[in-house]
C-alpha cells in the first residue's frame, strides 16, 4: 500500500490547490461545511499551515453569525458530492461544525466559541444528544411524542461523534459536563442500535422514540428513502467510533465494533449501502470508499484476520476518485496513526 505521505500529496493536488489558494471574495465560491472540516482536519493532521489557513479563511468568510457555515451549499469545484449544484440553504450542518472545532483545537486550542454555539443551537438538551443542525426545533420533554421528527430528529453519523465530544470535554472546561453527558448519551445510544441489530449497523437518521431511545427511521427524513438504512451519512460511523475507541479503550463501546468488524469481515466485498440487516441496498453493486475505508479501519482496530482484503480492496478503487471518499480515507489513515491529533 502506498505511504500515507504519497496518498496525501495525491488528495491534496487533486483536492486542494484549485480551492484554498483562490481569494475568498470569489462571489462564485460556495461550500459546505462538511468539506471545509475534512480539509482542515487533514491539513492540521498533516502540519500544513498554509493549506489550514487558507481553508480557516474560507470558514471564517463563510461563517453565520452563530459561527456555522450554512451546511447545505456546494463548493463549485467539489461538484463530485452531487449530480447538480442545489440552491443556497441557511441551515448549518452539526457534523461539518464539529469537524470544524475539532480541527481549530488541534491546531490551537480556539475552537471554544465554536463550541459554545455547538451546544446552544445543535444540541438536545434534554436528550444530549445532536441534532440534525441548527434549523431542528427541540420540543419539551412532554411533546416529544407528538412532534415527531421535527423534534428527535438526528443523524446516524452524529451518534458516533463521541471523540469528537472527548476533545470538546478536554478543552472546552466551561461546558466539560455537558460534553460528558453528550458522550454517554451517544454511547448508550450506540449500545441500542445494537441491540436492534446484530450487524452493528446504525441508520443514517434516526427518530427519539417515545422510550427514550433513538430508532432507525421508519421512512424519508431528510434526503431518500434509504434514511433509514447505512448509507451515505453512517457510512462514517466506523470511522468516528473506532478512533473513540483507540483513544479510550471504552468497553461500552467494544461490542459494537466488533459486531460492525465482524460483519464486514464476512463480505467478499464492502459495497456503497446496507440495510441494517447486513442486506444490501437495492442497485448497490459497486464500492466506494467512503464505506470501504471505515469498514478497514474498523476491522484494523478490532484485529479482524481479514483485514488485508479490504485493504487490496481499496487500492482497487484507486480510480474511482471523489472528496467524499478520498478524505474518509485519508482520515481514516491518519486517525489510526495518531488518534490524538495533538
Not at 490547490?17 to 491539513?43: D, F, H, P
Request: charged letters at 20%; aromatic letters at 12%.
Amino acid at each position: 500500500m502506498p505511504s500515507i505521505e504519497k496518498k496525501y500529496n495525491d488528495w491534496r493536488t487533486e483536492y486542494v490547490r484549485a480551492w484554498v489558494t483562490c481569494e475568498v471574495e470569489q462571489k462564485n465560491a460556495i461550500t459546505c461545511s462538511e468539506a471545509i472540516g475534512y480539509g482542515m482536519l487533514i491539513s492540521v493532521l498533516m502540519r500544513n499551515q498554509q493549506d489550514f489557513d487558507g481553508l480557516l479563511r474560507w470558514f471564517l468568510h463563510l461563517k453565520t453569525p452563530m459561527g456555522f457555515v450554512h451546511g447545505s451549499r456546494l463548493m463549485i469545484s467539489i461538484t463530485v458530492l452531487t449530480k447538480t449544484l442545489q440552491k443556497e440553504a441557511k441551515n448549518s450542518a452539526t457534523d461539518g461544525d464539529i469537524d470544524i472545532a475539532t480541527s481549530l483545537f488541534y491546531a490551537a486550542k480556539i475552537a471554544i466559541p465554536l463550541c459554545k454555539a455547538i451546544w446552544d443551537h445543535e444540541i438536545n438538551h434534554y436528550t444530549f444528544m445532536p441534532t440534525l443542525g441548527d434549523w431542528v426545533k427541540v420540543p419539551e420533554p412532554p411533546k416529544v411524542s407528538a412532534f415527531g421528527y421535527s423534534g428527535g430528529a438526528s443523524v446516524g453519523e452524529e451518534n458516533a461523534y463521541a471523540r469528537r465530544f472527548l476533545t470538546f470535554y478536554n478543552e472546552d472546561p466551561e461546558r466539560s459536563p455537558q460534553w460528558a453527558k453528550v458522550m454517554d448519551a451517544i454511547i448508550t445510544n450506540v449500545q441500542h442500535q445494537l441491540s436492534l441489530n446484530p450487524t452493528g449497523l446504525i441508520a443514517d437518521f434516526l427518530k427519539l422514540s417515545t422510550n427514550g431511545y433513538y430508532e432507525p427511521a421508519a421512512h424519508k427524513v431528510l434526503e431518500s428513502d434509504n434514511d433509514k438504512d447505512f448509507n451515505w451519512n453512517s457510512c462514517r460511523v466506523p470511522w468516528r467510533l473506532s478512533v473513540y475507541y483507540l483513544l479510550t479503550h471504552d468497553p461500552r463501546i467494544c461490542p459494537t465494533l466488533m459486531a460492525q468488524s465482524s460483519f464486514f469481515g464476512s463480505l467478499s466485498e464492502v459495497c456503497a449501502g446496507y440495510h441494517l440487516n447486513g442486506h444490501k441496498i437495492h442497485d448497490r453493486n459497486y464500492c466506494d470508499m467512503s464505506f470501504t475505508a471505515p469498514a478497514s479501519l474498523v476491522m484494523w482496530t478490532m484485529r479482524h484476520p481479514n483485514q488485508t482484503r479490504l485493504q487490496d480492496q481499496m487500492e482497487n478503487l484507486e480510480s474511482d476518485r471523489s472528496y467524499f471518499g478520498d478524505s474518509i480515507q485519508m482520515l481514516c489513515l491518519l486517525q489510526a496513526r495518531n488518534p490524538t491529533g495533538f
